[in-house]
């Protein structure tokens, strides 16, 4: 795990494209402990959750809420086709692919994409937040920096710390491709579109060096759940 003096310059997908919010959104008190975690595309964000999940600890994942409010029949998608035309739509299910390519290809398009799913997001978002029981809870989204605009610090303004996985721009080209089957040109293209790396570790308080083995992963985010017991408790007694 990099201290924040060790961090290394260098260079999801999903659709959680999170826009300056009209009404910037406040930190609810329950649970106590918020971690806002975050990474590039092909980072190991679902790995990283994943592992929190299976020590006990409530996970909000904005990949798993965009597809929620995105799936058949829902007036988000419906929404999505009068705006990009049905053909974004396969078998009564959004294809994400081909949304991808049309969005991240023009500005004006990704923008379109933020008005119609950024509202309900946040909303789900925070009621799970809401609704979360553990010690502490992870928030998890890929573009939880990009939500900073201005003044308004979007999602980041319901989380305690920053919590971000990072990799060198090879490994996350190669694990993206790999695992979206995407050429390395579109996973490059999607990367522009993203905070860089560096930014990126100069918002985070924690970081997690994703660039070796899962059990070096492990054996960061064990040292870290310890640690955010021990501030979730601190802060709930400070309350």
Not at 37 to 47: D, H
């Amino acid at each position: 795990m990099l201290s924040k003096s060790l961090k290394k310059p260098s260079r999801c997908v999903s659709f959680k494209f999170l826009t300056k919010n009209p009404h910037p959104m406040t930190k609810s008190p329950n649970p106590p402990f918020i971690i806002g975690l975050t990474g590039g595309i092909g980072s190991g964000k679902t790995t990283v959750s994943d592992y929190f999940a299976k020590l006990g600890i409530d996970v909000i994942d904005a990949d798993v809420i965009s597809h929620t409010i995105t799936a058949k029949g829902s007036p988000v998608l419906d929404k999505l086709a009068l705006a990009f035309g049905t053909d974004i739509i396969t078998d009564g299910r959004l294809d994400r692919t081909y949304l991808r390519k049309i969005a991240f290809a023009n500005d004006a398009k990704l923008a379109t994409l933020n008005a119609i799913i950024h509202p309900a997001i946040r909303t789900q978002i925070k009621h799970e937040l809401d609704h979360a029981s553990s010690p502490y809870a992870i928030l998890s989204a890929p573009l939880l920096l990009e939500s900073i605009k201005g003044d308004d610090k979007g999602l980041t303004a319901l989380c305690d710390r920053i919590l971000v996985v990072d990799v060198p721009t090879e490994q996350q080209i190669k694990r993206a491709s790999r695992r979206d089957g995407q050429s390395d040109e579109d996973i490059l293209a999607i990367m522009d579109k993203q905070i860089g790396r560096e930014k990126r570790l100069s918002h985070a308080d924690d970081v997690l060096d994703n660039s070796h083995d899962v059990n070096s992963l492990y054996q960061q985010i064990n040292q870290l759940h310890q640690k955010y017991l021990i501030m979730a408790n601190n802060m709930a007694k400070n309350q």
